[in-house]
């Protein structure tokens, strides 16, 4: 007598350790999506979410504090490298989702990608600090003394992410990477018919041994009382239904205790074909493709699905034939483990149930099948033969066709799954205001397409759809090879959409970690301000080298002959004058080419409101102001790599006079370099006190003092 295998529970990870509920828990099945086979069962019954809520606010938050943006920016870009080397074995766990290789690749190597993408961002366009500076300066004072700006800290709680089943890898990674970026420990809440791959992405992240403490806990089975303990300092990004996302929302402590909640739910996306798009150009094959692609990549289980396929009405068959025929030529369905298979099974049986019901309530509102069929189909099995497997939740692509454009189901009802619906417009004389129309009655979405290779279509297209949607793909003949595609978020920009769409946002590279923090109008002295951003303030105290005459200390030494290990904020240089001749400025002019008339010209120059006469070019005047500055013998300065936010303000006639202030404002080390960026406030002054031009010079300067040394 054999015994059959016992089945495991999938773990969480609570507190810096793994954890599993005792004997005799109530469990909930996890089955192999293609199979209907046993994999694991699920539960989180007696977890202590309070303790694992507390754990993040101390230990993680404690933990994550200790490195700056830098630092763990540093830390995603080993993470990602790290789970780049155990891809396979994700692949393999991931085929028992239902998910091809293509799809197991959008879900993974798109996630670790994520990773990527938030360490470079991270390090290019973040200060080496845990204070982030909003904008410009308010002066709040006449003499300059009380000021006013905006700064951004992390919130002081954790980030609790509840994830859909359709992306356990991509969905956990692309709100944990903005979230620990911004110094803020996470808690994932899997769904449960695909948990058991996040946990396995998630134990590898924890085997990686980089992580901090704290910094990443995971939940493996129900959280229903997860918001009973969070409260205003935490917050919730929720993926999933829009029944779901609207009961969290009413919770106490949402509504009442500040719980900040962000959501991304269910959404009609449309693809949009201009008039032009006719069969036979570029546009009309990439419309097809894109449209086949959305209804097959993860059996259509994806938020930015295309549900309906918006088209001219003369051109709505030719549509529904190309679709088919590529279904047909292209779309082989079956268990992904099987050679040739390009489409794999839906997540689960009930979901399976769920995706016909909803199909069966669209044809009997007025859709008409016009591909596929609600039959159990027979499939590619993992053996390479082809049968019906009934414990597998396959369906064939199902596309509708609709003679009532404007039926409520086609514009309120998501099959989420392989399914797609084709409803036609008029236009007339190139107008595509129906189509806008018929865009908006999503009411909300995440993603839209316009497909046209004509620039007043697009523009009409996307000025009318803009406001409900939160991302529009603009696809023609230029960009069909390069595009990401109509359901593919990318790190760089937003993902998330009004109304329907949950009304949330995420990803968009910076704003997303700014999601997680805080941002605080702050009020003080330049010198206190100073202190508190680590940016110099105009105004705050200097310590100048240079000319004694423009409040140089005696024997200070020049900034330019300081390593960052010396160099600090409010070290100076002011220079002593130079004056500008007419002759300076002709030979500039001569020499560069710029003869503006404001320069050679004095009868010209003159009857411009804005100029006293010929004055010199600014850049003349900025090149001079290099000369006034720079310290030339070899020292730890080693490039200047640019200007920033350059702005002239008196124009400089001849006869009059310039000198220069410089005064180190920022300096951020680089964390993997031997030498870091010094950020300098320059302005220039005439010989009255008057500024001519203000702007930042930007250098490379080594940490320590050594190749010159």
Known sequence: MTTAPSIEIVPSYIRDAWWTPADGATTTDARDASTGELLARVSAEGLDLGAAVEHARTVGQAELGKLTIHGRALKLRELAAYLNGRREELYAISARTGATKIDSMVDIDGGIGVLFTFSSKGRRELPNSNVIVDGPVEVLSKDGSFIGEHIYTRIPGVAAQI???????????????????????????????????????????????????????????????????????????????????????????????????????????????????????????????????????????????????????????????????????????????????????????????????????????????????????????????????????????????????????????????????????????????????????????????????????????????????????????????????????????????????????????????????????????????????????????RVAAGSVEFGAVPGAVHPFRKSLAELRIGDAFASGLRRVTLEDITAFANSTGDTFYAHTDAMAAERNPFFPGIVAHGYLLVSWAAGLFVEPAPGPVLANYGLESLRFITPVAAGDSIRVTLTAKKITPRVTDEYGEVCWDAILHNQVGDIVATYDVLTLVEKENTLYA
């Not at 483990?337 to 007025?366: H, K, P, W, Y």
């Not at 593919?488 to 946002?505: D, I, K, M, N, T």
């Open 163 to 541: 994830n859909a089943f359709n992306f356990p890898v991509w969905g956990m990674l692309e709100k944990f990477a903005p979230a620990f970026l911004a110094g803020v420990p996470t808690l994932v809440k899997p769904a449960t018919p695909s948990g058991y791959l996040a946990e396995a992405a998630a134990r590898a992240m924890v085997e990686s041994g980089i992580l901090p403490a704290g910094s990443l806990q995971l939940i493996s089975g129900s959280a229903r009382t997860l918001l009973d303990v969070l409260d205003y300092r935490d917050m919730v990004s929720f993926t999933g239904s829009a029944s779901t996302a609207n009961s969290l929302k009413s919770h106490p402590n949402v509504v009442l205790g500040g719980v900040r909640f962000t959501s991304e739910t269910d959404s009609l996306n449309a693809a949009i074909l201009g008039p032009d798009a006719v069969p036979g150009t570029p546009e009309f094959e990439a419309f097809i493709k894109s449209v086949v692609t959305e209804m097959t990549v993860k059996a259509g289980q994806k938020c930015t699905s295309i549900r309906r396929t918006i088209v001219p009405n003369g051109l709505k068959q030719a549509v529904v034939d190309a679709i088919g025929a590529r279904i047909g030529e292209r779309v082989v369905v079956g268990d992904p483990r099987a050679e040739g298979v390009t489409m794999g099974a839906l997540a689960s049986l009930e979901q399976l149930a769920d995706v016909r019901a909803a199909v069966e309530t669209m044809l009997a509102a007025g859709g008409e099948l016009a591909y596929g069929t609600l039959d159990a189909p027979a499939v590619t099995r993992a053996d390479g033969s082809v049968a019906a497997v009934v414990d597998g939740a396959f369906m064939t692509p199902v596309l509708l066709s609709w003679a009532n454009a404007e039926a409520p189901e086609v514009h309120a009802l998501e099959a989420f799954g392989p399914v797609s619906s084709v409803i036609g417009y008029d236009t007339h004389d190139g107008d595509v205001s129906e189509a806008v129309r018929l865009a908006a009655l999503g009411a909300g979405s995440l993603v839209a397409t316009v497909c046209t290779n004509d620039p007043a279509t697009a523009q009409a297209l996307v000025a009318g759809i803009a406001a409900h949607h939160g991302r529009v793909l603009v696809l023609n003949r230029e960009d069909a090879r390069t595009s990401t595609g109509h359901g593919s978020p990318v790190p760089h920009l937003v993902h998330g959409g009004p109304g329907r769409a949950g009304g949330g946002e995420e990803l968009g590279g910076i704003r997303s970690v700014l999601h997680h923090m805080q941002r605080t109008a702050i009020q003080g002295s330049p010198n206190m301000l100073t202190a508190i951003t680590g940016v110099w303030h105009s105004g705050a105290d």
